[in-house]
């Protein structure tokens, strides 16, 4: 521990976040701890040494040792037996009840020893390779003792000759007493750490005001909290005070030191945080309580109550009343009217919260499954009792008004959330329900109002492919197409371009089916298909509208690709959707629908494939050098001489990324931007793997090599970009020698 007291501030802050960011902190993590407690210590009481000890199966074990360099000056020397010393000791363990140390640990008592006190003979006796003048030994004390901190003589810059203040006693064991519940919680895994503990703990450690009673908070501004909402303040954990000036304010954080929840609180609230308090969490569900009485006075509907609380609820209706199953509209069109309707509520409330895209509410044979996807990947969220199927569907279809009675074919609807619950949660959700062999299953997708679109350099493009994206959304004409799977961040990123054309002297009309996000300048039409309102004839309204840009959600059949088509050729610039796996195969998509290949070769500027890969966690990631086939792809992909060192997911994860070792997401993409060369292929029709190679041949970076890209930036990891993006089968052997083939037996 020869550098304790040179650990900075921000040094034991990241410390501190990776200790009690882990869910389940393992044995490992011990040691981290004792690092932050002997540089706090030694920092604190300007120690000239320090020793800190744990009991193990019965010994005493020496698990951090402390010299301070004023102990050998200039001698290099005296320098070298001490870091001898401290590696030896730190191999030691002594019996139990050995010394001053093993009478604390018995005893549970604090020892203060002074050089002019009765007790400066024993000093005199303490072998340690100086002289000691005054000593403080403390033990580490939860339910049961479970070490001991001793220090040895302060600092002669100190200026009190070496011994130790009765002030220093009340230091030492102030921080022994909140390190030790945190060394203990990864001790026993039985042990439990109270939300006081830890938030004594995080105050201390960032030297940041701890509130502990409500009554000590007489200064909030209930205006700002409620226009803030509970689902902003239980999503980032962070309580709103008041405001400090027009655009900042003060708040309550259960951890200050989650930058990414500041980060958010701000986008969300609009509020600079210039003033910080730590609350333990319990606290802040006390605070929501009080101030969000409307939504607790409703019992089970209110987002304080467990979700378990509510399945009880039914389980227990359902058993006591002997219910069927068959649960009438009427039952369930007033909010208040049944547990079921308040879990459905509460289960759409909690998936905003957690960050999922889409809830699942899938029947099985036993039993209702629910799953949220987050961040790309299904995992599952509860169990219900089978008997709930048929009221939740139920319910669900009266909130997008769709027909309950009718179970045998699939229907889509759109629920605007907004109408159903009264919390600070504005999001429609858009829902497709379809016939299972165990009954109906409802998918949502949740469609976040409050969310704007992004920057397009904050989408995950090269650089390269930035800048060749940019020109081709700038062209006077022609069509631009995404491609890619279901959530792969394709309205995204078109929502992106035309935000970055937007100008008021430009016309940009929109075909969408939902509206996903609204665009201030944009002219957007929702597709009813109920009434024919289609994309087809949305299109053809829009030909006599005079546009400029005509945006189409997505192109279905051949009746709109037709007409998109000729969009293109006749002076608008069109673009649009498209479901295929990569960049080359959309013109063969294309020409499966009926358009000519010399119309898709007129009138294509660009097309993107993209798949959304999830970001490595960057508060856990943890670095390595590939090696084997992780060493060989990324090479290859990327025509690297040396092996690049990478990141992988830290296993357990943290509190950032809730365990999972990932947060957020990030593209990748596939960009073919049309060319002389690439027209001739087109009108060839030449097979996709042969078109392909002309693509690469004329600087076109496939998905595979961008994410190989974004694994090297440490975006991203090997294993993630594997599993969404396999290694490219295409060979550039001898392609730009040979003349792409046609294809055989096809022809319009």
């Known amino acids: 521990m020869a550098t304790a007291s040179n650990l900075t501030g921000t040094l034991r802050r990241s410390l501190l976040i990776k200790v009690i960011s882990k869910p389940a902190p393992s044995k490992e993590d011990v040691n981290t701890v004792i690092e932050l407690t002997a540089s706090k210590v030694v920092e604190s009481l300007q120690a000239q040494s320090m020793t800190l000890y744990l009991v193990e199966a019965g010994e005493i074990a020496f698990k951090q040792v402390y010299y301070s360099p004023t102990l050998w000056g200039t001698d290099k020397n005296k320098e070298m037996q001490f870091k001898e010393t401290q590696k030896k000791l730190l191999t030691l363990k002594l019996p139990a009840g050995t010394g001053n140390v093993g009478k604390v640990i018995q005893t549970g008592e604090p020892l203060f020893f002074s050089g002019k006190g009765a007790d400066a003979a024993s000093l005199k006796k303490m072998d340690v390779g100086f002289e000691v003048h005054s000593m403080l030994t403390v033990p580490l004390k939860t339910n049961i003792v479970i070490g001991a901190i001793q220090v040895l003589n302060k600092e002669p810059s100190a200026g009190t000759g070496g011994a130790f203040t009765t002030k220093d006693l009340s230091v030492l064991r102030e921080v022994a007493e909140y390190s030790s519940t945190l060394i203990q919680r990864m001790l026993d895994p039985k042990f439990q750490l109270t939300p006081e503990d830890t938030a004594k703990f995080i105050s201390k450690f960032t030297e940041l005001p701890l509130v502990t009673k409500i009554d000590e908070l007489q200064e909030i501004d209930e205006k700002l909290v409620e226009i803030t909402g509970d689902a902003v303040i239980r999503r980032e954990s962070i309580f709103p005070v008041k405001k400090t000036g027009a655009n900042s304010c003060s708040v309550l954080m259960t951890n200050p030191l989650d930058y990414a929840k500041r980060e958010s609180f701000s986008q969300a609230t609009e509020l600079m945080i210039d003033d910080v308090r730590v609350i333990p969490a319990n606290l802040l569900d006390e605070l929501l309580k009080k101030f969000f009485k409307g939504a607790a006075a409703k019992g089970p509907d209110a987002t304080e109550v467990d979700i378990d609380e509510v399945k009880d609820l039914i389980a227990g209706a359902y058993t006591e009343g002997g219910a069927t199953g068959e649960v009438k509209a009427a039952d369930l069109e007033s909010e208040d009217s049944a547990p079921i309707i308040q879990l459905t509520n509460r289960i759409i409330e909690d ?39 048929f009221a939740m569907v139920a319910r669900l279809k009266i909130m997008c008004n769709l027909d309950i009675s009718e179970r045998r074919l699939p229907q889509d609807g759109r629920i605007v959330f907004k109408k159903f619950t009264k919390k600070n949660i504005d999001i429609d959700l858009r829902v497709a329900t379809g016939p299972m062999n165990h009954g109906e299953k409802v998918v949502m997708r949740i469609l976040d109002k409050a969310k704007s679109t992004l920057p397009l350099p904050q989408l995950g493009f090269s650089e390269e492919n930035l800048a060749k994206y940019r020109d081709c959304v700038r062209q006077p004409y022609g069509m631009i197409l995404h491609c890619g799977p279901t959530g792969s961040g394709k309205s995204m990123t078109l929502y992106a371009a035309l935000a970055e054309i937007n100008t008021p002297d430009v016309n940009i009309q929109t075909a969408e089916d939902p509206i996903e996000y609204t665009l201030p300048g944009l002219n957007q039409m929702q597709m009813n298909k109920q009434i024919g309102l289609t994309f087809e004839r949305a299109l053809r309204c829009y030909l006599r509208m005079d546009p400029d840009i005509i945006l189409v959600g997505e192109i279905r059949d051949k009746e709109t690709a037709q007409i998109a088509c000729e969009a293109a050729l006749t002076g608008h610039l069109l673009v649009s959707t498209l479901h295929t796996n990569d960049a080359p195969s959309t013109v063969s998509r294309m020409g499966e629908m009926g358009i000519e290949p010399f119309n898709i070769s007129a009138a294509l500027v660009c097309v993107c494939a993209q798949r959304l890969l999830r970001r490595v966690c960057k508060n856990c990631k943890v670095k390595y050098t590939p090696e084997g086939r992780e060493a060989d792809i990324i090479m290859k992909a990327l025509d690297l001489k040396e092996v690049p060192e990478i990141f992988k997911a830290a296993p357990g994860g943290c509190h950032i990324c809730s365990g999972n070792g990932y947060k957020g997401r990030v593209g990748i993409h596939e960009l073919m ?15 996709v793997a042969d078109l392909k190679r002309v693509c690469m041949r004329n600087g076109m970076k496939t998905m595979h090599q961008d994410s190989m890209l974004k694994v090297k930036f440490g975006l991203t990891t090997m294993e993630d970009a594997l599993a969404n993006v396999p290694a490219d089968m295409i060979a550039m052997d001898g392609g730009s020698e040979s003349e792409p083939k046609a294809k055989k037996g096809h022809g319009h």
């Open 351 to 389: 998936a905003y919260i957690s960050g999922a895209s889409d809830i699942h509410i899938e029947p099985m044979e036993k039993d209702l499954q629910v799953r949220y996807r987050v961040d790309g990947v299904c995992s599952e969220k509860m169990r219900l009792p089978k008997q709930v199927s």
């Open 673 to 687: 931007v049309n060319c002389e060369e690439i027209v001739e292929a087109i009108n060839k029709e030449v097979e």
